[in-house]
């Protein structure tokens, strides 16, 4: 069982920039694929950015194409999402995941184990 915990949400003008973090424990980090994925109220679960076990590879919704990064610090147990040029539309609760897929993929069905996740909230 992996437990996940992010954090480094909060509250930014927009333009700004936030980093999350995402913590795991309880398995072995990299033979996890992992991802971020957003949640807006009153919206459905949205993709965002997904890294493979070793981080060779990365994919991007097309809205954050450009302004977002992922990455992952296998040592650390841990991924991060850097958000640059965040716009009001970028507002939603952020929750990392981690998916024992051999194949990565921005789909959140095929996610196992889901973090509690962290607001973020870009104001005008």
């Known amino acids: 069982q992996v437990q996940l915990i992010e954090s480094g949400g909060g509250l930014v003008q927009a333009g700004g920039s936030l980093r999350l973090s995402c913590a795991a424990s309880?398995?072995?980090?990299?033979?996890?694929?992992m991802g971020w994925f957003r949640q807006a109220p009153g919206k459905e679960r949205e993709s965002v950015a997904a890294?493979?076990?070793?981080?060779?590879?990365?994919y991007y919704a097309d809205s954050v194409k450009g302004r977002f990064t992922i990455s992952r610090d296998n040592a650390k147990n841990t991924v991060y999402l850097q958000m640059n040029s965040l716009k009001p539309e970028d507002t939603a609760v952020y929750y990392c995941?981690?998916?024992?897929?051999?194949?990565?993929?921005?789909?959140?069905?095929?996610?196992?184990?889901w973090g509690q996740g962290t607001q973020v909230t870009v104001s005008s």
């Open positions: 309880g398995g072995t980090f990299s033979n996890y694929a």
């Open positions: 995941a981690a998916d024992r897929g051999v194949v990565i993929t921005l789909n959140p069905s095929r996610y196992d184990y």
């Open positions: 890294i493979s076990q070793r981080g060779a590879t990365t």
